[in-house]
């Protein structure tokens, strides 16, 4: 806050700092950051600039807390991963968690996306911190599976990316998924659990 006191926020000022945040949520999702405006934002949120700026000082902060959310949101899925799992049954759940994320985040992964299309100038560091270090894990993980027989062997950080890139698709393409499909019943996301998991599976099985 720029009210130069450091009292706990009220109520009122907590839920005012959701409502900005879901609003530029709606706008950088939709313009990224260089697109969106503090004005657009504001409309969003049914608040004056003057108002916004008082819970926000600029469109960076804004921007920057909500990418703070998002990055224990993307994490979380491949967290969730267990070491002494049965492998299919991990990857299977790790597949399903990142579809519904899809599901129900689809700003957020078009948040991340636009993020990542500029380069990730506001999250490189978190990407080769956090992230990076995530992936070497559960690619150990995966490694070790497949040298006891229990996955066919291919790269872990490679079959890691490919699960990211069919399953964002459904949260970043949604508008084309659902058009080619004539629907936007959410069974869409199930019958891509499916079709997903019968694609990696035939290949990750060991021979």
Same mark, same amino acid.
């Given at each position: 806050?720029?009210?130069?006191? !450091? $009292? =706990?926020?009220?109520?009122?000022?907590?839920?005012k %700092? #959701?409502?900005?945040?879901? @609003?530029?949520?709606?706008?950088?999702?939709?313009?990224?950051?260089r697109?969106?405006?503090?004005?657009?934002?504001?409309?969003?949120?049914?608040?004056?600039?003057?108002?916004?700026?008082?819970y926000?000082?600029?469109k960076?902060?804004?921007?920057?807390?909500?990418?703070?959310?998002?990055?224990?949101?993307?994490?979380?899925?491949?967290?969730?991963?267990?070491?002494?799992?049965?492998?299919?049954?991990?990857i299977?759940?790790?597949? !399903? $968690? =990142?579809?519904?994320?899809?599901?129900?985040?689809? %700003? #957020?992964?078009?948040?991340? @996306?636009?993020?990542?299309?500029?380069?990730?100038?506001?999250?490189?560091?978190?990407?080769?911190?956090?992230?990076?270090d995530?992936?070497?894990?559960?690619s150990?993980?995966?490694r070790?599976?497949?040298d006891e027989?229990?996955?066919?062997k291919?790269?872990?950080?490679?079959?890691?990316?490919?699960?990211?890139a069919?399953?964002?698709?459904?949260?970043d393409?949604?508008?084309?998924?659902?058009?080619?499909?004539?629907?936007?019943?959410?069974?869409?996301?199930?019958?891509?659990?499916?079709t997903i998991?019968?694609?990696?599976?035939?290949?990750?099985?060991?021979?």
């Open positions: 806050m720029v009210d130069g006191t !450091q $009292r =706990k926020p009220t109520r009122i000022q907590r839920q %700092r #959701e409502l900005i945040r879901e @609003a530029a949520l709606d706008v950088f999702s939709l313009h990224g950051f697109g969106a405006t503090l004005d657009q934002i504001a409309e969003n949120a049914g608040l004056s600039k003057p108002n916004l700026l008082y926000f000082e600029s960076e902060a804004i921007h920057a807390e909500l990418l703070d959310r998002l990055l224990d949101t993307w994490l979380d899925p491949l967290r969730e991963l267990d070491a002494d799992g049965d492998p299919l049954t991990e299977r759940g790790y597949i !399903q $968690r =990142k579809l519904e994320a899809a599901r129900d985040f689809p %700003r #957020e992964s078009r948040l991340f @996306a636009n993020e990542i299309i500029q380069g990730a100038p506001r999250i490189n560091a978190e990407l080769a911190g956090p992230l990076r995530l992936i070497q894990e559960k150990v993980v995966l070790r599976w497949m027989g229990r996955l066919a291919t790269d872990p950080q490679h079959l890691i990316f490919a699960i990211w069919v399953t964002q698709h459904y949260a393409f949604d508008v084309q998924v659902r058009a080619v499909l004539g629907s936007d019943d959410e069974a869409r996301f199930h019958d891509a659990a499916a998991e019968a694609l990696f599976f035939k290949g990750l099985l060991p021979r």
